[in-house]
């Protein structure tokens, strides 16, 4: 009837029917089941009919229709119901439609242009955005999203949508409730950007989020809706809260906000993040990054440069991650991905019982630690050091509350080192309604207090927000909760995984929230601009800088790090203090002057004196340092050749003229306050004013007394107050040169490169110590030789003799001079005609001969002389024997060594008196029986004794049986030492 109609009256070639909710329309008579069946028989009638003839033809659209026991349930009769619906749905033909269909779908339904000038003016805003970076129309594209829409012709299709937003709109319809369509949320979002989307500006990916939240509260099925439920949770409850309060808006001053705007810009960012966990195999949203996340969005994050929108990104998802343990930045620092991990475990539960750990020195401490961190100072430092016109400086520094008398009294201000600079670090928070203008109050009143200027300054910081101050006080507590074991005391009722998952959030959260702070720390302390609006400051500082002296105002140079500040304020505060104080900086300004160098000028110092012109030809090598630490010290004029000064002579001379009756003596310590009491004398360290005393000690020939003794640790670092210098008398020229010389090779010194007192105080001092140590050996040795004069054959005239009495004399005397510039002269006036290697010798060994000729056997060797004078062989080799021995005694040491002489004088005297011995005189019988005999029997005569038994053993004898034999002669026991003498036979 209805295909007739239409051919016949109407003129239709064909009848379309689109039938939608066709299942629906059942529910209004469900438990009606025969009008059920009758109606269902009717749905045949689309397919099949009894007249097969139809004039025009019937087509039938049914859109894909729910099962009915989705509506009502099992039971009622549905069960027959869907039964014969699914019969019957096998006479339909199927018409699939891709997801790529929903490019033509929109492109027709929803973004046709009004009309030709509307879609140039589209036309162009794309070409414009095909414009834009590389990364960007990447990401846009999608290109791994799906292949029917990735295509520049279908996006531009699409536009101002973008293929990544449909991909997600695609992967979220199979999950969406039927009445919340992927078109329907298109047209949505067209409607809510109909009067803020600009043509240009594409629609963010982050606004789908919008309408998904704006819809009903269970927009998903099945599992999504669950992972909805948690992800608009979050959102709602915690981070929207977090973005209105950062932003000092209410719900109703974000209605109808331009996409560009500043809150807008940070909530669309979110709801792209959480986006990226609602639908993760999104290629455009797997492993989503700042940069990413911009492009998503694009055109809703400005930068005048390269790079600066990712690092806004990058920070602002840096202090969300700081508020939010579930939301993890990535370690990479250029472009870190950004995720979202929701947890089943509530750690705000945790933070709560955690609460006691973030008490105010607990809080203190944080700050400090933080700060110290800021400045590169290890924990617990009380000081550091700084270079400043060469020289290092300490830097003593101090946390407290300046405002507070309590905390930090007086003396807290003043440096405890000589030379120091005092930094005092103010706290960036306080307690009730205290600010920084009390602070400064304090500063100004020291500065009354204090009657000489003080080398101190007091840092003020702007305080820091409450919100702030409770972040600061959340990381005391994550660091609690961190320590082993206090997660499980906290919750014991936790698995495993769930503890291990909260330790991990507390510890991305601590970590985030740490940085932050220490961000905001910079400007706090004025490295940065402290925006005043930004919800992260309160009570403002400014100046930050207030120093103790008056007059003195320091600035901080905006964007410099903390050990930068740091020492540009002390270099300020120090340039203020001395600005007379010579510049003794390297070529590279950061190395400070050392020991060595300055070593290294009062050597040049000593080589000039040495010059008639006062003048030295120091190597290539040292003119650097020479130029850099001479020149500003006006020590001397360096150029090619030092030149010496007397500036520093002259003014300390005149100063003790003035001060003192005398100048013969000079006082360290009087001389070092007469140097700092120069206004280029001011602020030098000590190892510098030590350099200026040793010059003018130099210069001005004068010797190193302490205690009325000579001093000779003269050094950096050495130079007690007490010490005197006093005026030296020096030795001639040509004394101090043959002293110098015989120091050299008789005592085996160093030559002293120039005659200056130092010198010949070095001189001396070594002398008396090589005299005090040889004078016993040469004492001994004289008499020795005077003792034994008569065997030796010496006289008065005898070379050996009289070279030890000079040796000794002289070494006597030099021990004996207290004045060093007579004992040189005594060194270099003395009579010592002979070689210096000769007393060299004699002085040396002195001791060595004394001993020996100690031990020589001079009786033995005395009974050679009466033996000498009877005449006969005997008297002949006794006589020899003397002779030589008296040769070798007359001459020096350096000719032939005496010791040797005595032993082989020695050997032989034991030859000829002891194995050679004179003939027996005849004995004459007794005329009654030897003592103790009795009739017929033989005397019994005295046995061997060491003296007369000796043996000769040829080369064919047995050794052993000559020594058993000579035991068995002297009455020696087997078991009894022996001492055996062997000499050349005769």
């Known amino acids: 009837m209805i295909s007739r109609h239409a051919k016949e009256h109407l003129g239709c070639d064909a009848v379309?029917?689109?039938?939608?909710?066709?299942?629906?329309?059942?529910?209004a008579f469900i438990g009606d089941e025969a009008r059920i069946n009758g109606e269902i028989q009717k749905i045949a009638k689309l397919v099949e009919s009894s007249h097969s003839h139809r004039p025009a033809p019937i087509i039938s659209l049914v859109p894909r229709q729910r099962d009915l026991r989705d509506l009502v349930g099992l039971g009622g009769g549905t069960e027959g119901i869907s039964q014969t619906i699914s019969y019957w749905d096998g006479r339909f033909g199927h018409i699939k439609l891709a997801d790529a269909n929903l490019t033509e779908v929109v492109r027709h339904r929803l973004i046709r242009p009004r009309d030709t000038a509307a879609a140039a003016e589209i036309d162009a805003a794309f070409e414009r955005m095909r414009n834009t970076r590389a990364e960007v129309r990447d990401t846009l594209l999608d290109s791994g999203g799906g292949a029917d829409t990735s295509t520049w012709e279908d996006f531009r299709n699409l536009y101002p949508f973008s293929p990544a937003l449909l991909h997600v709109m695609v992967d979220l319809s199979a999950a969406l409730q039927r009445q919340r369509s992927a078109l329907k949320l298109l047209l949505q979002l067209l409607v809510n950007h109909r009067a803020t989307l600009p043509v240009g500006q594409m629609v963010p990916l982050g606004a789908v989020f919008d309408v998904l939240i704006e819809g009903e509260s269970r927009p998903f099925k099945d599992q999504l809706s669950a992972e909805y439920t948690k992800i608009s949770t979050f959102y709602r409850n915690r981070v929207r809260p977090w973005l209105l309060d950062k932003h000092r808006l209410t719900g109703a001053d974000t209605a109808g906000l331009d996409v560009r705007s500043p809150f807008r810009r940070d909530d669309l960012l979110v709801k792209t993040l959480l986006l990226s966990a609602l639908t993760p195999n999104v290629p455009?949203?797997?492993?989503?990054?700042?940069?990413?996340?911009?492009?998503?969005?694009?055109?809703?994050?400005?930068?005048?440069?390269?790079?600066?929108?990712?690092a806004a990104v990058t920070q602002f998802f840096k202090d969300m991650a700081?508020?939010?343990?579930?939301?993890?930045?990535?370690?990479?620092?250029?472009?870190?991905?950004?995720?979202?991990?929701?947890?089943?475990?509530?750690?705000?539960?945790?933070?709560?019982?955690?609460?006691?750990?973030?008490?105010?020195?607990?809080?203190?401490?944080?700050?400090k630690r933080l700060l110290w961190e800021e400045l590169g100072l290890d924990e617990g430092a009380g000081r550091t050091t700084v270079v400043w016109r060469g020289t290092q400086r300490t830097v003593e520094i101090a946390f407290g509350n300046v405002r507070s008398p309590e905390d930090m009294d007086r003396e807290d201000f003043q440096p405890l080192v000589a030379n120091a600079v005092r930094v005092v670090v103010d706290y960036p928070f306080d307690e009730?309604?205290?600010?920084?203008?009390?602070?400064?109050?304090?500063?100004?009143?020291?500065?009354?207090?204090?009657?000489?200027?003080?080398?101190?300054?007091?840092?003020?910081?702007?305080?820091?927000?409450?919100?702030?101050?409770?972040?600061?006080?959340?990381?005391?507590?994550?660091?609690?909760?961190?320590?082993?074991?206090?997660?499980?005391?906290?919750?014991?009722d936790w698995s495993s995984d769930d503890r291990r998952e909260a330790r991990a959030q507390l510890d991305n959260q601590r970590n985030q929230l740490t940085n932050q702070i220490r961000s905001l720390l910079r400007g706090a302390y004025g490295l940065v601009e402290a925006t005043p609006n930004s919800g992260d400051y309160g009570a403002q500082a400014d100046p930050h800088i207030e120093p103790l002296p008056s007059s003195l105002s320091i600035p901080l140079e905006a964007g410099s790090q903390f050990p930068a500040a740091l020492e540009r304020v002390t270099f300020k505060l120090l340039d203020h203090l001395y600005p007379e104080h010579p510049d003794l900086s390297s070529p590279t300004g950061r190395a400070a002057v050392r020991r060595s160098e300055l070593s290294t000028v009062l050597a040049a110092v000593e080589a000039a004196k040495a010059d008639k012109l006062n003048r030295y030809e120091p190597p290539k090598?040292?003119?650097?340092?020479?130029?850099?630490?001479?020149?500003?010290?006006?020590?001397?004029?360096?150029?090619?050749?030092?030149?010496?000064?007397?500036?520093?002579?002259?003014?300390?001379?005149?100063?003790?003229?003035?001060?003192q009756a005398t100048t013969t003596d000079v006082n360290v310590g009087k001389l070092k306050e007469w140097i700092r009491t120069r206004e280029d004398g001011q602020g030098l360290p000590e190892d510098v004013v030590d350099l200026i005393v040793q010059v003018y000690a130099v210069q001005s020939d004068r010797a190193w007394i302490r205690g009325g003794k000579r001093y000779t640790g003269a050094t950096f670092g050495q130079l007690a107050g007490d010490i005197v210098l006093r005026r030296q008398e020096l030795p001639s020229e040509e004394d101090f040169d043959r002293a110098n010389e015989r120091a050299e090779r008789i005592f085996g010194l160093t030559r002293q490169?120039?005659?200056?007192?130092?010198?010949?105080?070095?001189?001396?001092?070594?002398?008396?110590e090589r005299a005090r140590r040889l004078q016993s050996g040469t004492e001994h040795l004289v008499g020795q030789l005077t003792r034994h004069a008569r065997v030796l054959g010496l006289d008065d005239d005898a070379p050996r003799l009289r070279t030890a009495r000079a040796c000794d004399e002289l070494l006597g005397r030099m021990g004996g001079l207290a004045d060093d510039t007579e004992l040189v002269t005594a060194l270099g006036r003395a009579d010592l005609p002979g070689e210096a290697g000769v007393y060299k010798m004699a002085m040396t060994g002195a001791g060595n001969l004394a001993g020996d000729l100690d031990a020589a056997q001079w009786k033995l060797l005395g009974a050679l002389e009466p033996l000498a004078g009877e005449g006969g062989e005997r008297g002949r080799r006794a006589a020899g024997i003397l002779a030589g021995l008296r040769s070798v005694a007359r001459r020096d040491e350096g000719?032939?060594?005496?010791?040797t002489a005595l032993d082989k004088a020695n050997n032989e005297a034991v030859t000829l008196l002891v194995h050679n011995p004179p003939p027996p005189p005849p004995v004459t019988p007794p005329v009654h029986p030897p003592k103790g005999g009795r009739d017929g029997e033989p005397a019994v005569h005295p046995p061997l004794t060491p003296d007369n038994a000796w043996a000769r053993v040829d080369s064919h004898d047995d050794v052993a049986t000559t020594v058993a034999k000579l035991r068995r002669d002297l009455g020696i026991p087997e078991g009894r030492a022996i001492q055996i003498t062997i000499r050349e036979a005769e």
């Open 284 to 310: 455009a949203l797997k492993d989503l990054t700042a940069g990413r996340a911009i492009a998503l969005n694009q055109g809703i994050v400005k930068a005048r440069r390269t790079g600066q929108d990712v």
């Open 16 to 27: 379309v029917l689109l039938l939608d909710e066709l299942i629906l329309r059942f529910t």
């Open 432 to 492: 009730g309604d205290h600010n920084p203008t009390e602070d400064r109050r304090r500063v100004q009143t020291l500065r009354q207090e204090f009657t000489e200027p003080v080398a101190g300054l007091v840092w003020l910081p702007t305080f820091l927000s409450p919100n702030r101050i409770e972040d600061a006080r959340r990381i005391l507590m994550m660091e609690y909760l961190l320590q082993p074991g206090i997660v499980e005391e906290k919750a014991p």
């Open 322 to 367: 700081a508020q939010f343990g579930e939301v993890r930045v990535g370690a990479q620092s250029a472009n870190p991905t950004i995720s979202l991990n929701l947890l089943r475990v509530d750690t705000e539960s945790l933070m709560r019982s955690a609460y006691p750990a973030a008490n105010d020195p607990a809080l203190r401490h944080l700050f």
């Open 895 to 899: 000719a032939q060594r005496l010791a």
């Open 621 to 659: 090598t040292d003119l650097g340092v020479l130029r850099r630490v001479a020149n500003p010290l006006h020590i001397a004029t360096v150029t090619e050749v030092f030149v010496l000064r007397d500036d520093w002579v002259r003014r300390i001379d005149r100063y003790a003229s003035i001060d």
């Open 753 to 768: 490169p120039l005659r200056s007192a130092r010198a010949v105080q070095r001189l001396a001092e070594q002398l008396k």
